[in-house]
């Protein structure tokens, strides 16, 4: 089974700072997606970011962008010029290749980063 | 579009009754999913639904919680008897299909107290 750790229950950045949230994960499996999601008070899970694992380059919306390496099993966020709307719970997810689920393509999450941005 | 429905956004029960959620995804979304997401802890994946088929119940705990898409459509999950750990925040998600890397679209949640 695969396991998804996140070891920063919390990260507090100043605004307009730049900020790096970790995640590590463990599989088996070759081929996989990444994605970080983030969840605000609202509760609705809003996704920010998603690399797929046989691209070698790494993903970058707009002020957001991973830091993927494959051997090492860890797939970062950096949140460059911190904003008090990047405020939120930040989660990792992995998910299995369809090829390999049988069509089962469920999320795996972490335990979540709470990030606070200080004005 | 619209999003994710689903309802009541709160619940409050007590240990032993019944309780049931409503979830209706994005139209034409032909995979529907169910987490768990318990308090300072990452969603888990409760079901996913194929249309109206179900392609993984493994995390289900099948002796108190149920789920159905009778018509591919919208879905309810039901938990009979509740317990106290019940206790959490139940989302719903869909995607157009299974399989594909279109991304998930999550609803708002159902939080649920067990007393």
């Known amino acids: 089974a695969q396991t998804v750790t996140q070891s920063q229950p919390e990260m507090s950045v100043q605004e307009a700072e730049t900020v790096t949230l970790s995640c590590t994960y463990d599989?088996?499996?070759?081929?996989?997606?990444l994605f970080w999601y983030k969840q605000p008070p609202s509760r609705q899970m809003i996704l920010v970011i998603r690399?797929?694992?046989?691209?070698?380059q790494n993903a970058t919306e707009n002020r957001f962008s991973v830091n993927f390496q494959k051997a090492a099993k860890s797939f970062s966020l950096k949140i460059s010029d911190s904003q008090l709307g990047d405020a939120a719970m930040y989660f990792c997810?992995?998910?299995?290749?369809?090829?390999?689920?049988?069509?089962?393509?469920?999320?795996?999450f972490g335990k979540g980063t709470h990030l606070i941005i200080q004005p | 579009e619209a999003g994710v429905a689903q309802s009541p956004r709160y619940k409050i029960i007590e240990k032993r009754q019944s309780v049931a959620f409503w979830c209706n995804p994005i139209?034409?979304?032909?995979?529907l999913y169910w987490y768990q997401q318990i308090l300072g802890q990452g969603p888990k994946l409760l079901i996913q639904?194929?249309?109206?088929?179900?392609?993984?119940d493994s995390q289900l705990p099948k002796d108190r919680f149920s789920a159905e898409r009778l018509k591919g459509v919208d879905s309810t999950l039901k938990i009979q008897p509740a317990k106290l750990e019940d206790s959490a925040v139940y989302l719903c998600?869909?995607?157009?299909?299974?399989?594909?890397?279109?991304?998930?679209?999550f609803g708002s949640g159902t939080r649920l107290t067990v007393v």
């Open positions: 998600a869909s995607s157009l299909v299974a399989g594909q890397n279109y991304g998930y679209t």
């Open positions: 599989t088996s499996e070759s081929d996989y997606y």
């Open positions: 690399q797929e694992a046989y691209k070698q």
């Open positions: 997810a992995y998910r299995r290749s369809p090829e390999q689920g049988g069509g089962a393509d469920g999320l795996t």
């Open positions: 139209s034409g979304h032909a995979t």
């Open positions: 639904f194929q249309n109206n088929g179900v392609v993984d």
